[in-house]
Nanobody, 126 residues
Framework: QVQLVDSGGGLVQAGGSLRLSCTAS????????MAWFRQTPGKEREFVAA????????DYADSVEDRFTISRDGAKATAYLQMNSLKAEDTAVYFC???????????????????WGQGTQVTISS
């Protein structure tokens, strides 16, 4: 099995930046599709960004395009979400997700991901 640990959330002012990290360990941790989702109370989990197992292909929700950047390290075991120009509407719990199935482009559907981090809270103040 694959285990994910996500971290890096916090409280920042509008216009500020945060970098989230997700470290994968265990079986096939170097060949996973990886993604970030976010969720607020009473709403379904929302796609944010995804990266292919090679790191060559990325995909973003329209709401974060040009502000967020997803990447992964050379060993393919850690994914990052660099968040710039943060807005109040970015406030949510952010979850790292991964799966051994590797579609191109990466899936935007939560149900396609088998492995999940515990979530990290991002709060934007104004």
């Amino acid at each position: 099995q694959v285990q994910l640990v996500d971290s890096g959330g916090g409280l920042v002012q509008a216009g500020g930046s945060l970098r989230l990290s997700c470290t994968a360990s265990g079986r096939a941790s170097d060949s996973l599709t990886m993604a970030w989702f976010r969720q607020t109370p009473g709403k379904e989990r929302e796609f944010v960004a995804a990266v292919s197992w090679t790191g060559a292909r990325t995909d973003y929700a329209d709401s974060v395009e040009d502000r967020f950047t997803i990447s992964r390290d050379g060993a393919k075991a850690t994914a990052y979400l660099q968040m710039n120009s943060l807005k109040a509407e970015d406030t949510a719990v952010y979850f790292c997700a991964a799966d051994r199935i590797r579609p191109i482009p990466p899936s935007r559907r939560p149900r396609d991901y088998d492995y999940w981090g515990q979530g990290t809270q991002v709060t934007i103040s104004s």
